[in-house]
Structures are given as structure tokens and as C-alpha cells.
């Protein structure tokens, strides 16, 4: 069991998954262990250098050590704070390693790395279908002796809009999926979506991403064939979060975004293929999913070895609509208020 905190000297330190929509869906953890301490024992966190900008927005007033390359030049930062006690999210060997010098380390039962920890737990499963990301986090906590928690995101801040946003409303599509190619809806889709969308409303789209997506927003603004504001590897990932803040609507696929996007409580509509919203999907109720079930998802592969089918045969059909709901059900909340 997680040792109870003795010392305001002696913080406890949870260290986060190193994806974008990992870490958001450990949020609910993170502050569940935080309300745990009240105040008896400070909270770090330690989490990928890629995301330090979001930690003021996503958990402010808890420190967020950026985890080195190397695993063992975290040794003596953790000495250097006294930490008496860290909880692992990911499974990785490289995590393990990082917290050694920690009198008390706990995580996810895996062959190879349980020697590392004084404590281990499995995964929660389920006979059939999935258990969330979010409530796998939440269960390895009440394992290790916290209360139950729930998988809810915490109240997102306020950003200002980007200096250089447009003055009318903005869709903002993100095609890019840093997981992999089977992650990916077709160029030509989202191009439809987007003329669809502006033909209804006065929209300005947006392409969005990182540096690794480029490739994929360049081939929808060719697929599209008219003006459009391509952003891509030009934002960092602090200012893509108050770009999708002030979006009228995102679109997006299975990814950081996606996640960030429910943080945000943000309309999208997120497009799934070979991975499954049972197990990954946003928290709260502010994002749709557009998915079209065959029989081999989900698969969780990055690569298709076939034709890709779950994604060539969800059509704009299928996810215009939702689009449009988002932008309805938008209208009448501004109307009313």
C-alpha cells in the first residue's frame, strides 16, 4: 500500500504516461492522489519534456519535473526532494529504472520490470470488452489503498484566443494520428467534411498538427483544392491548446488532440479505426466519435495489413452529420443563453 505522507519534507511523486491523451487521462489520478495527501505531503509529477507548457494549464500548482533522456540522471533530482514515495502509470522498464533511488516504488504488474518495484498490481480487466485508460489509472490507485475515484476531467482554465486567429468562426481539423497510418482517415474525406461544413456555416478551416504531420494536412489542403490556413509545425503544443480553445468545432482522429479537445470541453467529433473508445476514449460528453465497425477492429495495429477498411468505408456521410449536430446544438445554447 501506498505509505501515508509523514512530512511536509517528503513529497510523494506520480509519474505520468508520456503520450498527450495518456496524461490527460491520468488527470482524474492525479488529482485524486492529490486530495488524498490534503495538504500532509506535497504531489510531484514527473512526465515527458514535449508537454511541460501544458502543466500549468492541465495540473497547475503541482510541480512537473521533466523526465531526462536518460533515465538515471532523474536519481538525483528525486534524492535532492527527499521523495518517499512514487507511483508509476507507465509500464515501462526505462519508468522503473527512474525511480530507484525511491524507498517506496509502485506501478503495473509486467514479466522483467516487477523486481524493480517493492509493489505490483495487474491491469483491470474485464471478461468482455474494455476497461478505460482512465479507470486502469484510477483501479491501480484504490489497489495500492486510495479511495475510489471517478474518471472525470477537472475544470479546464481560460485561454485567450491566439493572436493571429481569425475573426469569424474557425474549424479546426487535425489530420495527422502519431500512432500510425491506420489511425488515418483518407485526405479526400476530411476535404468533403470541410466543404459540406462550409456550405451551412460561414467556417474558416484550419489545419492543424506537428511537425510529423505535415504530410497529412498538406494532402488535405491538395484533396480540398481551394485557400486554406495550414498551421502545421508552426504551433508548439501549448499554442495548439488555445487554438482548439477558441475553434468553433475540431475534427480530429484518435489522438493528444482529441483528448485535449474533451480537457477543453470543446466540440469535435473524433474519428476512430483500428483502436477502440471503450478503452481510449475522451472523457466527458462535449466529443463524438465517427467510427464504422468491421470485423477486425479494433486491432490496435499501427500499420493495416489489409485495405484498411475501417477507415476507407467510414464515409463523410457518417461524420457529417455529427459535425453538423455539434454545430446546432451550439446555436441554440448561445440562442437560449
Known amino acids: 500500500m501506498i505509505p ?3 512530512s511536509l ?44 507548457s501544458l502543466a500549468p494549464i492541465l495540473i497547475p500548482g503541482i510541480e512537473y519535473i521533466s523526465a531526462p533522456s536518460f533515465p538515471f540522471a532523474l536519481h538525483s533530482i528525486l534524492k535532492k526532494k527527499q521523495v518517499s514515495a512514487a507511483t508509476l502509470l507507465p509500464n515501462s522498464l526505462r519508468v522503473a529504472f527512474e525511480t530507484l533511488p525511491i ?13 524493480l518495484l517493492t509493489e505490483h498490481k495487474p491491469r483491470r480487466t474485464l471478461p468482455y470488452g474494455f476497461v478505460h485508460v482512465a479507470d486502469q489509472y484510477l483501479g491501480l490507485l484504490e489497489d495500492l489503498g486510495l479511495p475510489k475515484g471517478k474518471a472525470e476531467l477537472p475544470p479546464p482554465p481560460s485561454l485567450p484566443k491566439p493572436k493571429n486567429a481569425p475573426a469569424q468562426p474557425y474549424l479546426a481539423i487535425l489530420p495527422g494520428a502519431a500512432y500510425g497510418s491506420a489511425k488515418r482517415w483518407d485526405p479526400a474525406s476530411f476535404a468533403s467534411v470541410i466543404r459540406n461544413l462550409q456550405k451551412s456555416r460561414p467556417l474558416q478551416p484550419i489545419l492543424l498538427g506537428g ?24 504551433t508548439t ?44 476514449g475522451p472523457l466527458g460528453s462535449t466529443v463524438s466519435i465517427a467510427q464504422h465497425k468491421v470485423s477486425c477492429n479494433p486491432c490496435f495495429l499501427k500499420t493495416c495489413p489489409l485495405d484498411r477498411r475501417c ?27
Open 4 to 6: 501515508a505522507p509523514t
Open 9 to 52: 519534507d517528503k513529497p510523494h511523486l506520480l509519474r505520468l504516461p508520456n503520450w498527450l491523451g495518456d496524461l490527460i487521462l491520468a488527470l482524474p489520478s492525479v488529482h485524486l492522489y492529490q486530495s488524498w495527501l490534503n495538504q500532509r505531503a506535497p504531489l510531484l509529477v514527473v512526465g515527458p519534456p514535449s508537454l511541460s
Open 103 to 115: 524507498s517506496y516504488r509502485a506501478g503495473f504488474s509486467r514479466p522483467l520490470r516487477n523486481s
Open 211 to 234: 511537425p510529423g504531420d505535415i504530410e497529412a494536412c498538406q494532402a488535405v489542403a491538395q484533396s480540398l483544392g481551394s485557400p486554406i490556413t495550414d498551421l502545421s509545425g508552426k
Open 237 to 280: 503544443t501549448l499554442e495548439l491548446a488555445h487554438w482548439l480553445a477558441h475553434a468553433e468545432l475540431i475534427l480530429c482522429h484518435d489522438s493528444g488532440p482529441m483528448h485535449l479537445a474533451s480537457f477543453l470541453r470543446k466540440p469535435a467529433v473524433a474519428i476512430f479505426g483500428s483502436t477502440e473508445p471503450g478503452w481510449t
Open 311 to 337: 477507415m476507407t468505408r467510414l464515409t463523410p456521410e457518417e461524420v457529417l452529420p455529427l459535425c453538423l449536430h455539434h454545430l446546432t446544438s451550439m446555436n441554440k445554447k448561445i440562442k437560449y443563453e
